[in-house]
């Protein structure tokens, strides 16, 4: 097997041979723009990396590979359109550094484009990989548009939340794995346990960033501690700790939802100290454990040699077990 | 033959039938209410006619008819936003009616609903048809590309403009004439062929709006004429005016570009009388003469009986002689 660096170097080498017409410049540029600014390409890796564990040729994976890459950055540009992002990977998003209708415009051509990367399977895969794409295309939509309609509402129940962060972020990953898995030659059967694997991880993984929002070590999380707590983002966290807070714990609770004037780092201690006396962490510690039990449940289920699952079993370790 | 109000019936019938998932309501009532707004239908109906033409059975094509229609309203939605349009058909425009970001996501969702409609097709169609599908759905976001950049541009030329509007309005006429042709039965010769008769028809039928703007009787033509001379819109008339225009009329012709304040109706009389002293309406019809000719030029090397084309050419004459 390759490394996930290998598989990296594959990616980065695809990304930087997209080759898109001149004209007119402002609907390509962003394109160019977006995809260079990188990230970890972790989507694209995970599609090499299911096609090579059933023993295909990961070159051979490279295209659709590049469109699983191609339509999440579709969706970061349209996301920052629709949350009036300024940054994204520290750089400046596609509306900030040209204009709303470019980015809208750019953004739509992404899709096509990542459409016609996907394309690139054999004939006897078109139609089932392009099935699995639209169904999840249409699922991150879904997950998107749930996110917005949350910071409306009042009441947003922990398992209408598991269902949003699964499709806005968890289906693309089971996609990956999926529609990789299938070009590299495995079952339908195994290729949608794969696709499980990756969607319960990918729950598991928000859950974690969840958690470590709040309790993360912040030298080592590489974001603000306490962040979602300030900006009232409805978290696992924060749904739980509505549930279960009752009295006193409530009114306080709501007293921090609602305040309108107040320094950060007193809201985020008391919001996390109504947290800790309703041990919260350690509610979303369990939800978390139950996505990854099921991830691991569905990888015990395909058949493929021990060996290739422990690559599997120690990819997802590393995955969560990051910077805290 | 059916008639092309036959055909109309089986599209609404289908876009009556089109039936979204009820969750999350804000992301799919927006297609439902687009959809339903209607207009003419015309691409899908270019789908079926050019199905049934070759001798396939309309009725399989309507799904992929359908996708067309889709495809178009999506473009209408993003368009809407980029425009900033209250309106769409004498409708509220969907980010009028709802949200911006609305606007965004649910157009998004119909880019891949019309993908998912144009999979409808036969396994050895797939391919082709989701090639010619993509691409033209590149050269519609080009095309609106270029308008966007023509309204900032000072010198655009005429062959900048065909190309334009061929992108944002013809392409989807030839793709749709295309497709109904492979699903028909037709070689590939044969639809490509069908495929230049309606850009070329597309681009002319463009081109006779421009004309029917400064020229047409306000009774017939549903709009306020000289509303793209009020606007500075750069159409085939005005570019060409702007080319052939020197001294006296050009300075004239700058002035009234350039003029902040002014009576709709004085500036619609003193460019028109431009237009006149310079034979811009000639020189448009030459161009729309061009353009139809090429299209007559492409159907007469169809291999089809002289009835089938008799029948394209009949409709062609319908559109073309419109309301003037």
């Not at 990953?173 to 990789?180: D, E, F, P, R, S």
């Not at 709040?214 to 974001?223: D, W």
């Not at 609770?253 to 309108?260: F, P, R, T, V």
Request: proline share 2%; hydrophobic share 45%.
């Amino acid at each position: 097997m390759n490394t996930v660096k290998d598989f990296q170097i594959l990616i980065n080498e695809a990304v930087a041979r997209l080759d898109f017409p001149l004209q007119p410049v402002e609907l390509y540029e962003p394109i160019t723009y977006i995809m260079s600014i990188g990230g970890k390409r972790m989507r694209p890796v995970l599609l090499l990396m299911a096609c090579e564990l059933f023993g295909g040729d990961a070159g051979q994976a490279v295209q659709p590979a590049l469109a699983i890459e191609v339509f999440h950055n579709f969706s970061l540009v349209h996301d920052d359109i629709m949350d009036k992002a300024p940054l994204r990977r520290g750089k400046a998003t596609v509306h900030e550094k040209w204009n709303q209708n470019i980015a809208i415009l750019s953004g739509d051509v992404m899709l096509v484009e990542a459409y016609k990367l996907m394309m690139q399977v054999d004939d006897h895969l078109l139609r089932p990989v392009l099935n699995i794409f639209s169904n999840t295309a249409v699922g991150v939509c879904e997950g998107q548009q749930f996110d917005m309609n949350f910071e409306q509402t009042i009441h947003v129940s922990n398992e209408e939340y598991l269902n949003m962060i699964r499709l806005k972020t968890a289906v693309l990953l089971g996609c990956a794995l999926k529609i990789g898995a299938l070009i590299g030659g495995a079952s339908e059967q195994d290729a949608e346990l794969l696709c499980q694997f990756g969607e319960r991880l990918g729950v598991a993984f928000q859950l974690q960033d969840d958690i470590l929002d709040v309790y993360g070590n912040p030298e080592k999380f590489g974001k603000q501690v306490g962040g979602d707590i300030i900006a009232n983002k409805k978290t696992y966290l924060l749904i739980k700790a509505l549930e279960l807070a009752q009295d006193k714990q409530a009114n306080q609770l709501n007293y921090w939802l609602n305040a309108g004037d107040f320094a950060n780092a007193e809201k985020v201690n008391a919001v996390t100290r109504i947290y800790n006396d309703l041990n919260i962490k350690a509610h979303a510690e369990q939800a978390m454990q139950q996505c990854t039990d099921e991830a691991f449940e569905a990888l015990s289920k395909i058949q493929l040699s021990d060996e290739r699952k422990q690559y599997l079993r120690d990819f997802a370790d590393s995955l969560m077990v990051r910077e805290n």
